[in-house]
């Protein structure tokens, strides 16, 4: 087996050395000579049950408005480049993966691009206006704040304090399965967007109740597992494929960014700020610090995390930076410019450790 890519570190430990780990895995040019992983800034990730991941990205010099998508295969090479995606804005965007495209979306257009996941090419668009005068609400993104696609293929997306359900063609449909009352089968009230039903006593995720249809200032995910994942903040809920709350968990405050599951329901979050780390919250709620970023063994920088089936996660940051840990939490593998930047960061923090006033 290859050397690990950490142990070029002096600083390195011998846990990490004995951690699982991946040989160097190099990007290939139009030439076929070796490349480097590399891109500007990352706006979204996403990643497929096959183990490839994709990357929504700002290039340096690139047209604001239109990014590029990278596809890296499951050894994180390099498969096709899509650049110049029309979708108009920069910021507030977001990319997901469905059984047979990719869907680039953002909040300030009606409907989404989709693109196969073979070569990135256009296919057709996802959403459209809501027509006037509905009587539910129909795949109109204006003003969405969060979408995911579940396994059926229906669109779970956030918008006016509302986590509505639409069916691929578009239709508004029950969120969840219908449940039996009093007085036989329940079923929920369907209405348009605009319509004056938000209450403003939206809960929060840290509140809600069993088979939610409003939630206040989410983000949302559905794992591996199938079950649907609403975070902000430090809070995280599940809610099984009936509706019904799994758990809900609150972790220490600071900075987080994206949720994703496994198959066996373990929910990851990656964290940021003075504390970054990645933490992992198994089926029953219990939440643990699986990678402390602060630890030489595994730093950490990067905010975009992706969750694949068996629990390996992919950590990806701006400028090529990438990083593999596994399932208990060991550092894998990284990238070239993740490695530079190690060093870097360990160069700096050198005389503060000699002079002893290291934090």
Known sequence: MPPSPLADSPTASTTLARAPRLPRLPTRDESGAAAPLAWGRVLSACGDGDGSVYLLVAEHGGLVGQPTVLALDADLRVRWTRRRVPIGVDGGVGLVASADALIVWTGDR????????????????????????????????????????????????????RLVRCAATGAGVETWPPRRGLLGRRRERLVPFGADTVSVDTPMVNALPDYPAGVYRARLAVGWDGCVYLYSGAQVTCVERD????????LPAGWYGVCGADTDGNAYIIAGGDAPGIHRIDRDGRATVLVDGRRVETPLREDHLVVRPDGTLIVVGDRGAVRVFSADGAACWRSDSARIDDDLELTCAAPAFAAGTQD
């Open 110 to 161: 009606v409907s989404a691009l989709r693109l196969g996941l073979v070569d990135g090419a256009d296919l057709d668009r996802l959403g459209a206006r809501q027509p006037a005068g509905a009587d539910r609400h129909h795949l109109d993104l204006r003003g969405a704040v969060a979408l995911a696609i579940d396994g059926d293929g229906s669109v779970l997306l956030i918008k006016e304090r």
């Open 243 to 250: 509706g019904r709350v799994r758990w809900r968990a609150s």
